[in-house]
């Protein structure tokens, strides 16, 4: 498979527990990201269980949880409790409080206290720049640019990674995250452009064995479904 030779990690992104044990020994997925919406949408009531569940299978590899504060001294509380989960935890800050005022010190305050922070919902250069400054010379985190919502802007997000992969090559601690990537493409032009990272959905992880396919052949296979499905239905004309 042609996902063996991209510098690209793939981590597997959702919260379900099915999956995470699914994927828990692929040599394909490098690690986890998990966000409060993931887990309200995969029904999770109770988020320490649920974390801590997810982290006896995820026993080898990262995995990120987020804080669900915003108020920034909160925010901080609860990263220094989810970091004693494991030491494999990364927690998820995100980069501004709903009001937008950034969350630059306490990302720094929280760096410097040995937490593996994943600053999350980034999507500008200058956000990039500061996230970066912030986390410059401390442990292992990520910098997590939201590159499909950029998308879906109607902006090419490829030229803000470009230089988010410029910005992070000054810090040899931190790694770049392409998040919420909206096609299979998207792991091919983050492995073009050198950043570490992409998170993928079980709906993307299942198109992985599409990589390198012939199209030839793929377009007999897409006739043929479009003719099954069309016998299956019973149409007529």
Request: proline residues 4%.
């Amino acid at each position: 498979m042609m996902v063996d030779h991209l510098r690209t990690q793939i981590f597997a992104d959702g919260a379900n527990i099915e999956d995470i044990k699914h994927y828990a020994n692929s040599s394909h997925i490098k690690g986890f990201t998990t966000n409060p919406t993931l887990m309200r949408n995969a029904g999770v009531h109770n988020y320490e269980e649920f974390a801590k569940e997810a982290l006896k299978w995820a026993v080898n590899k990262p995995i990120s949880f987020e804080v669900l504060a915003d108020d920034f001294d909160e925010m901080e509380r609860q990263a220094l409790k989810i970091a004693n989960w494991g030491d494999n935890v990364n927690v998820k800050i995100p980069v501004s409080n709903k009001k937008g005022d950034p969350s630059y010190d306490v990302i720094y305050r929280l760096a410097r206290q040995g937490v593996k922070v994943n600053v999350t919902a980034v999507f500008t250069i200058d956000q990039i720049q500061h996230v970066s400054d912030a986390m410059t010379d401390c442990v292992d985190g990520y910098i997590s640019v939201f590159a499909g919502r950029i998308a879906d802007t109607g902006i090419d997000p490829l030229s803000i990674m470009k230089e988010a992969v410029e910005i992070i090559k000054t810090s040899q601690n931190n790694r770049l995250i392409w998040a919420s990537p909206r096609e299979i493409f998207n792991l091919i032009q983050a492995h073009d452009i050198g950043c570490h990272i992409i998170t993928l959905t079980p709906d993307l992880l299942k198109k992985l064995p599409l990589i390198g396919k012939d199209l030839l052949p793929f377009s007999k296979e897409t006739v043929n479904m479009f003719y099954q499905d069309a016998v299956a239905s019973e149409y007529t004309l």
